[in-house]
């Protein structure tokens, strides 16, 4: 993905729209998550352009930690 690219994907049954952003991050949007405008930030060192394969496996991280009463992070 090029900066200010957006994709959406699918993972686990839930969906995302991630964005390139500036500096090797990248926005993820959980689009079909509880609550609105949720979602996580995530960077790749050293500078580059993150895989689909590491994408995948950043959202799979995060609904991992979700607390499925309140669809936040767990404390």
Known sequence: ????????????????????EPR??????????????YGFVSSIYPQGHMTDEQIIASIHDFLAEIDPETGYLAD
Do not use: K
């Not at 994907?9 to 995302?16: I, M, Q, R, S």
């Not at 090797?24 to 405008?37: E, I, L």
């Open 24 to 37: 090797s991050q990248y926005r993820f949007d959980w689009v079909s998550g509880p609550n609105p405008d």
């Open 1 to 20: 993905m090029s900066e200010g690219e957006a994709r959406e994907f699918t993972v686990d049954g839930e969906t995302f729209l991630v964005t390139a």
